[in-house]
């Protein structure tokens, strides 16, 4: 079992640019997140998703936009990328929202733009 | 006031010390802890969850004190593995979103 698997590790681009961060699951999980980290400030969350269908805006969701089209994928998109969105970004999952049970984390997107 | 608070180190100790680190939260209504952690540049890993009895994992000894809404995290015979950032997580309940509320991480370097 892979757990939670993001495409791709690394990625450059210029400003403006638009790209698709993958994430899937096999844990058969129902909520999934994405998660930007940057030195000096923590895990901070960009969007949550509980269930198949639905998704909600976290901490810090302008410049990106998502999708859970299944219950196995999760997709961050950044439409018009910026410096400021330099970051390494993480997907992970976990059980239910309400059932107190841990994240577990993709690898990691690591994402420069210039 | 910050959900989650951590001392962020760097605790520098030598092998076979005992260290621990200690993290507060200010919802006193939280339901679930864990301590993840962080090796550089890597994705943070459950370490363990906290129950409100206390548990331990060989090393490792998790403790929650509700009243001083607290956890802290023990660790025994330090080994230059341990050599990580470690995070604090928090579970508040009914919180929106599911969301969990992470510490900024402390840092730990143990030396030969």
């Given amino acids: ?114 | 006031r910050k959900e989650v608070e951590q001392d962020p180190g760097p605790f520098n100790v030598p092998e076979g010390a005992t260290v621990a680190f200690n993290c507060t939260y200010s919802n006193s209504a939280s339901q679930s802890f864990f301590w993840y952690r962080q090796d550089c540049r890597k994705e943070p890993k459950l370490l363990m969850s906290v129950y409100s009895s206390g548990n331990e994992d060989g090393r490792f000894t998790a403790q929650l004190n509700r009243a001083s809404q607290y956890i802290s995290l023990l660790i025994r015979d330090s080994k230059l593995s341990d050599s990580a950032t470690y995070l604090c997580v928090v579970n508040p309940r009914g919180s929106t979103l599911g969301r969990l509320y992470f510490g900024r991480g402390t840092q730990l370097t143990v030396w030969p």
């Fill in chain 1, 1 to 114: 079992n892979a757990g939670v698997t993001q495409t791709p590790k690394f990625q450059v681009l210029k400003t403006g640019q638009s790209m698709t961060l993958q994430c899937a699951q096999d844990m058969n999980h129902n909520s999934m997140y994405w998660y930007r980290q940057d030195p000096g400030m923590g895990l901070r969350l960009i969007y949550y998703s509980a269930s198949e269908g639905t998704t909600d805006k976290g901490e810090v969701p302008n410049g990106y936009n998502v999708s859970r089209l299944n219950k196995r994928e999760f997709s961050l998109r950044l439409e018009s990328a910026a410096p400021s969105q330099t970051s390494v970004y993480f997907c992970a999952n976990r059980e239910g929202s309400e059932s107190g049970s841990p994240l577990h984390f993709g690898n990691g997107t690591r994402l420069t733009v210039t």
